[in-house]
């Protein structure tokens, strides 16, 4: 098989990132944009030792449940890779994914355990809080943009749909502004021009904090801020400095307050949060109030458990089981989001939560010489938990880890090495990205009981 050669393709399953994945001769083949039991006239577009990549010259055979993307940028920009199928499909695809990763993965057997059907999400579009887009000059006009796929293209855009509605308006209307001050774009190739990213925090009341990453000082910026904040639903401006020639970040210097309020409020519940411009928050609030409630069930608390919340960020998870717990434990490596989690605490009167700044490999084990827990929670970062942790975790004597995830290939592979002492009870899908393929995960594991314990 070589490349621009073509052949009809049966679609078997999807894979993690939204493909279409077929089999020609027991070799892999990816294929964007299709859908499991659809028959596709495919063109191979790049070899490997391993699989194939292929395109689509023609579908023979659609599926029932293929339907026309909303999304005007849908074919270039990819962000919203899975619109080409129906959302209650979609759902089930998820729960498929999970499936099919432990399967891959784990020599356990995913019907040994409860996998849930997929939690929908509230709101199908227009639901991401947060934006973080580059802005470059277009036909002479300040354009927001994304990358196309695997390229140095870029793709303007208007009004993104999974995006909140306030946020695609305040990127207008701020572009529109600054174009009349004669601000610039950045151009990182040539080091010169103004204004290089926007980035824009909206909670779910509409309130809005605004970031400008700028390559270049200027005074205009000033002025930029003073008419932003004029906007309706802005509460704080502010900016931070990156001249950086590689796109390796969006934030340069810490970010610096010109107008406004330092931070908007976001509530889950009964828990308020203080969101700044740098702080990690679930992008799809309504969705992150669905997880919660699921975590806080499945830790089964009845006022007398001491619970870890590692990995634990600003606090979101940890603060919201406080009410049910006894103690609440934090731990977490970034020392702006350790202060930001003890923050809330005090903002919410919240007195049996505290937040440890650290890594969890080595801290857990230290912790443990000092005190016992009943419940664990994890919400690590896509690569997992690192293998020191685990270790600690089942040298100890939790009873119950409740393991939130957003990577299905990682799960597996920690749950595989974690059930050599603790069994898994169930698994939650829940999609906390419509429109794309990412799907999280709410596991909950329980101690095995041996004569050892």
């Known amino acids: 098989m070589r490349e621009k050669d073509n052949f009809i393709l049966d679609i078997k399953r999807l894979g993690i990132n939204g493909e279409g994945i077929g089999f020609y001769n027991r070799m892999a083949v990816f294929v964007d944009g299709a859908i499991p039991g659809e028959g596709h006239n495919v063109e191979v577009i790049k070899q490997d030792s391993k699989y194939l990549l292929a395109k689509t010259i023609e579908i023979k055979r ?20 899975v619109s080409h199928i129906s959302y209650d499909k979609m759902l089930e695809f998820k729960k498929e994914m999970v499936v099919e990763t432990i399967s891959r993965y784990t020599s356990l057997n995913p019907r040994s355990f409860e996998i849930k ?159 700044y411009p740098n702080t990690f928050f679930q992008l799809n609030t309504k969705q992150a109030k669905a997880m919660m409630d699921i975590v806080l069930r499945a830790c089964k608390l009845s006022f007398k458990e001491r619970v870890l919340d590692a990995y634990s960020g600003v606090g979101a998870i940890g603060l919201y089981l406080a009410h049910m717990a006894k103690e609440v434990v934090g731990i977490e490596y970034n020392k702006d989001a350790v202060e930001a989690a003890n923050e809330n605490a005090k903002i919410n009167k919240i007195k049996n939560a505290k937040f440890l700044q650290g890594d969890a490999a080595l801290l857990l084990p230290k912790l443990l010489e000092e005190m016992t827990f009943d419940v664990v929670v994890v919400d690590p970062p896509r690569t997992g938990l690192e293998e020191a942790f685990i270790k600690s975790l089942l040298d100890s004597q939790i009873k119950r880890i409740i393991y939130v995830s957003c990577n299905p290939a990682t799960l597996a592979k920690d749950i595989e090495k974690l059930s050599i002492t603790y069994k898994v009870n169930s698994i939650t899908p829940l999609d906390m990205f419509p429109q794309t393929a990412h799907v999280e995960t709410i596991t909950t594991l329980v101690r095995v009981e041996t004569k050892k314990d």
């Open 62 to 81: 659609p599926s029932k449940d293929r339907v026309n993307p909303s999304c005007p940028y849908y074919t270039d920009c990819g962000g919203c890779n």
């Open 117 to 275: 059907n997929t939690i929908p999400s509230e709101d199908k579009f227009h639901y991401r809080n947060r934006s973080q887009l580059a802005v470059k000059s277009v036909d002479g006009r300040l354009t927001v943009t994304m990358l196309k796929p695997n390229s140095n293209s870029i793709v303007p855009i208007d009004s993104c749909l999974v995006q909140k509605k306030r946020i695609n308006t305040l990127n207008r209307e701020i572009l529109h502004i600054a174009e009349n001050l004669g601000i610039s774009a950045y151009m990182a190739k040539f080091g010169r021009g103004i204004l290089r990213y926007i980035i824009l925090r909206v909670n779910e009341k509409d309130e809005a904090l605004v970031c400008f990453v700028i390559g270049e000082k200027s005074n205009k910026l000033k002025e930029l801020a003073k008419r932003t904040i004029e906007l309706p639903g802005v509460i704080g401006v502010y900016e931070s400095f990156n001249d950086a020639k590689k796109e390796v970040g969006f934030f340069g210097t810490d970010p610096k307050l010109l107008e406004g309020d330092s931070y908007i409020i976001e509530s889950l519940g009964k828990i308020q949060y203080r969101i």
